[in-house]
């Protein structure tokens, strides 16, 4: 292609595909848009959870992955990535701790997409900065039925140590 195809080509695209609009925008300004995208595409993952209004909560697990692999094929930065990585087991644990014990699935589902965070995280030395997050998580988990609080709660000392301490809503603590 001719560098005139090659441009109308790239302004035919970006007028026509949104993905391919919103790729162009975050690589022609990554600092300025990483933030914004990362809220937009959080808030989305949030509202599959909807804790505000449960009738319209779909609690999509497939739904989020995918808005997580889009994100990713944008090239954030690693912090903006792990951000919304848990931001998906973080929104699924606030709303069984809302409204109480869900199924064996969901569980399942939360604790794995729980370890691929953790191990992001680990992978890309972020950890510290998340741990505030994860702990709440496991805060949350720890009122629910089916061993997910356990299973977080080990996930969680698998990654952050023995040593690491945190108090559920009764003030217990685990160590």
Known sequence: MTKEQVIEFIIEMYDNNKVA????EHFLSPLEQGDLLLEKYKQVIKKEFNIENPMLAKCSFSTCRKL????????????????????LPESACEFTYAYGDMSEQFYNSAVNNFIRALAFMRKNELLE????????CVECASVCGYGFGDEMSEL????YGENAKFTNKYNEKYE
């Open 129 to 136: 900065k998340f741990k505030i997050r994860c702990t709440k």
């Open 21 to 24: 609009r919103t790729y162009l």
């Open 156 to 159: 969680f000392y698998n990654h």
């Open 68 to 87: 997580i692999s889009e994100f990713a094929s944008l090239k954030p930065s690693e912090e903006l990535l792990a951000d919304l990585m848990l931001t």
